[in-house]
């Protein structure tokens, strides 16, 4: 099943120079899972570099502006890394697995809380699904979106970063099942149900219903359903104030 794991910040003081902060900060973290990436390259389609590891970090520490670094994993599971800074704010990691089996499912769970622990977004998560709870209704916002509107809903694990957790009263979401777990970086991580690996997509669909509307119900949830005329949440001032 693809999962995608995907990471939202913001604040970054040099875009190149984040950059590469960011990749050498992913490299580690896969390393250490033993899921090391056997892709390198600048570019993408049939323009692309592909280049050794080695070069690869020689070529990221310069810093060109309009390198498109990408890093991808041939070897199960498969995926591939995507990372986007817009301006001198936005920031977006992305990692998508082609294709996991529910039993390495835990370790992508594993995965994705080092990843929070080393990127410490202002919000990620982890998403998977199949009808009735697809996948592309997780995780679809940009950065900018984020920014402009606020939360397009919870994933079958989120990251909430300490600005989202000055204004976030976790209550409500402990009362409708959600498991959360203090993180060392100031965070708060937010499983939809206990185990969710475990848990059949119809369970994950109901839990997410529940959680969205208690985040809606405290402003923190925009509104994303029609494509051309999205709209922020009537509480995200709050948010967009402390940055």
Not at 1 to 9: A, D
Not at 88 to 103: I, K, Y
């Amino acid at each position: 099943m693809k999962t995608v794991l995907k990471f939202y910040g913001w604040d970054a003081v040099n875009p190149s120079r984040e950059r590469a902060r960011r990749f050498e900060q992913l490299l580690t973290v896969l390393d250490n899972a033993g899921l090391a990436p056997d892709i390198f390259r600048f570019g993408d389609g049939p323009e692309a570099d592909p280049c050794a590891r080695e070069a690869f970090l020689v070529r990221l520490a310069e810093g060109r502006r309009s390198d498109l670094p990408t890093l991808g994993r041939q070897a199960n599971p498969a995926y591939d890394v995507g990372l986007g800074i817009t301006g001198m704010s936005e920031q977006v990691t992305r990692l998508v697995f082609a294709d996991v089996t529910a039993g390495r499912r835990p370790e992508l769970f594993t995965l994705g809380s080092a990843l929070a622990g080393v990127l410490h977004p202002a919000f990620g998560g982890l998403g998977y699904g199949a009808e009735p709870a697809p996948l592309d209704r997780m995780l679809a916002m940009t950065g900018s979106e984020l920014r402009r509107h606020g939360l397009d809903g919870l994933a079958v694990r989120s990251w909430f970063g300490p600005d989202l957790m000055a204004v976030l009263d976790p209550g409500p979401l402990e009362a409708e099942g959600a498991v959360l777990t203090p993180t060392a970086w100031g965070g708060l991580e937010v499983d939809l149900v206990p185990e969710p690996w475990q848990a059949a997509p119809g369970v994950l669909a109901d839990a997410k219903t529940r959680l969205d509307g208690a985040l809606r119900a405290q402003g923190l949830l925009g509104e994303y359903s029609h494509p051309l005329l999205k709209k922020a949440a009537p509480g995200w001032d709050r948010v967009t104030s402390r940055l």
